[in-house]
């Protein structure tokens, strides 16, 4: 991104980032990524305070604000508090309205569809599917026109992995979501964008992709690169995604998987 890259194209509008789930994994190098190229940011996190703090932290040493705050975007009796909590931050940075917001928070399953309970099924839906659904929907409100929605699937909703249905399934849902938001809120000039990472190397699902040699393998012999993504990899495509270069791709799914099962 540029100075000139702000909503609208005005450069005196300070261009501000809302991330969920930004204290760990992609959603912080999301932040990171964000914060280098000029964008405040205001990241939620769930239960680990001091790694988001951590993050906020090495966010400022851009020369950025970027604050955390604490949200289980599951519960949607606490949204509007969230909201009220948001407007304070964009007040303190002295803006009343902010220019992108990144869904990435979520939660990961593996478990045959078999062994898959309805409990199981019902805590995916709650973060990975009325979370998103209804943060953006207290949100728009606080978007600016012509501002940014980025939605966060997984490239295994294209490709299979055993054990990995139910999680597939609740971020399939994403997709339709992201052309069906697309499609309303184009009257304000708001895109909205769907990316679908594939393997990475964080420490979602325990860490495997990252830790487990013989996985990294794995994963490298289905992948047309040869290897997992590295998280700043990911966060770039975000911020890639969320920049003027790409503001005629509107209601796509865009999957940054190195090519994996091509």
Known sequence: MTANETTGGRSDVRRVAVV??????????????????????VFTYCT???????????GREHGRRVTALGLDVA?????????????????????DRFDYLVNNAGIWHTASFTDTTAADLDRLYAVNV??????????????RDHGRILNLSSGLVRFVFPGKAAYAVSKGAIEPLTRYLAAELGTRGIRVNTLAPGATATDFSGGVIRDDPNYRKRVGDITALGRPAEPGEIGSVVAA??????????????????????
Do not use: C, H
């Not at 995604?241 to 091509?262: K, Q, Y």
């Open 20 to 41: 969920t789930g930004g204290s760990r994994g992609i959603g912080r190098s999301a932040v990171l990524e964000l914060a280098a190229r000029g964008v405040d940011v």
């Open 48 to 58: 680990n305070a001091e790694a988001a703090d951590e993050v906020a932290a090495e």
């Open 75 to 95: 519960d949607v009796d606490v949204l509007d508090s969230f909201v009220d909590n948001l407007r304070v931050e964009l007040s303190d940075m002295g803006a």
């Open 130 to 143: 009325r979370g998103v659904f209804f943060v953006t929907q207290k949100l728009v409100p606080l978007l």
């Open 241 to 262: 995604l969320l920049s003027d270069d790409m503001r005629w791709i509107n209601g796509e799914r865009v999957e940054a998987s190195g090519g994996m099962r091509l």
